[in-house]
């Protein structure tokens, strides 16, 4: 996956609550439409309307904010469903950083695994920054560190966020899990060759019987 270090971009300010991954991306997607091509469906149940076209009113549609690449959202982002496919849509419309004072949990692990940076803030700073940006879209210009953990806004205030180092390491690098657990290969090779001679009969594969 790419790698998250630093991003300078717009942030789109979308404070809803409890925003559910089938929201993110509608069920029937999932099924029908390729990975590459869901990040076209992220969020339409709320940014198109009923005829397909655009609602001129969803923050996504604005133009201070079409070319977002940074989502703040409400608590709760991402609850809901376990699908894959809602951290595919963020990812695939180019989305690279959501904050939200808290996220469903498996949502959160999908946007890790698919090189997106979820930062959790407190509900206050969330809301503070957002009703900033909503109130001077001018502002809307962030700068994220995952280095250094801390985000910058326009007017050069640094707010600093925890995340946990083993995702801060793989972001950094571009590795999800497999890629992280393969850079230990040899390791891995040398403990089971180790293994196979303290305990040959474990890796016996002949049927007994």
């Given amino acids: 996956m790419k790698p998250f270090t630093t991003l300078e971009a717009i942030a789109a300010p979308w404070l809803r609550a409890n925003v559910n991954t089938d929201m993110i991306i509608r069920g029937g997607r999932s099924g029908t439409v390729p990975r590459e091509e869901l990040g076209r469906y992220l969020l339409e149940a709320v940014r198109l309307r009923e005829d397909g076209s655009e609602d001129p009113s969803f923050i ?3 133009p201070a904010f079409r070319e977002a690449q940074i989502l703040i ?6 609850c809901g469903s376990s699908r894959e496919s809602a951290g595919w849509a963020v990812a695939g419309a ?9 996220f469903g949990g498996i949502f959160h692990g999908n946007c890790f695994q698919n090189g997106v940076l979820a930062v959790q803030l407190p509900a206050d700073t969330v809301t503070r920054l957002g009703e900033a940006i909503l109130a001077d879209p001018s502002q809307a210009r962030l700068h994220v560190d995952l280095r250094e953990q801390r985000i910058t806004t326009a007017r050069g205030e640094v707010i600093a966020f925890d995340y946990d180092p083993y995702r801060k390491q793989a972001l950094l690098a571009g590795l999800d899990d497999i890629e992280m657990t ?15 001679q303290r305990r040959p009969w474990i890796y016996d594969t002949r049927r007994v019987g």
């Fill in 94 to 102: 180019g989305i690279r950083c959501i904050i939200a004072p808290s």
């Fill in 182 to 196: 393969l850079r230990d290969a040899a390791k891995i090779d040398a403990f089971e060759e180790a293994d196979r």
């Fill in 73 to 78: 959202g409400g608590d709760n982002f991402g």
């Fill in 60 to 62: 996504l549609n604005l």
